[in-house]
């Protein structure tokens, strides 16, 4: 396994651009986006947190399961969000999502590095995220990474507020990116999360950012020598 995957040629075997995907959070960003802004929501209107009391003991209770901890998340969510509009979220989004972007220690050094030097190499380079997309492009914008294509989560409006339209994370990526019409096997694949082994299963390489031992362990039983590592700071 190689430590470093070098952009050395700007098309692939059929002689087209290179696909890249890069995953978001915790991969070019230490920690989750959507999660540190949805938290900024609960610390500037305190009596956010008084909604989430009286079902603190369910979300609890059902976040023993992968499932759960999805449902239970979602429902923070909408909490979080509860009579925000949709210019007001869209402003919030956005500044919060400058703001982060000024904080470099929050940012990967060599992955943000990496990715500028497969877009310079010509490579179609896109951004596969279950990050929310207004949130995503603006910290991509406030990066000076604006032309790069996103795929990213989405909020929808319901009768009871702001929920998850589509979930980006997992297999959807795969169905997200088949509605833009990107298909694998794509040629490269970047990512911390066993989360996103299906993007990386259908790549012609894969490099895995930063895995604890049980992630290395079952990404390379499925991709084997296509797998590279990187330790990323």
Known sequence: MSAMLQPESSTNPLGEPRLVLFDFDGTLLHGDAYTMFIRAQYRRAWWRGL?????????????VTHRGRRAA????????????????YR???????????????????????????YMHAGDRVL????CE?????AILDELGLDAIE???????RGKWGWRVGVHNIGAEKLRQLALRGICPPWDLAISDSLADLPILTAAREA???????RTLKRVSAKLGTRLSVAEWD
């Open 91 to 117: 402003e919030r989004a956005e500044s919060f999502g400058r703001e982060l972007a000024r904080n470099s220690r929050l940012f990967s050094r060599l992955g943000i590095s990496m990715l500028r030097r």
């Open 207 to 213: 490099l895995l950012v930063n895995p604890d031992r």
């Open 51 to 63: 909604l989430v009391l009286p079902v603190a003991p369910v979300l609890l209770a059902i976040s």
């Open 150 to 156: 996103l795929v990213a989560s989405q909020l929808a």
């Open 133 to 137: 997309e207004a949130l995503a492009r």
């Open 73 to 88: 998340a979602r429902a923070l969510v909408r909490l979080a969000l509860l009579g925000t509009g949709e210019q007001h």
């Open 127 to 130: 951004i596969v995220t279950a």
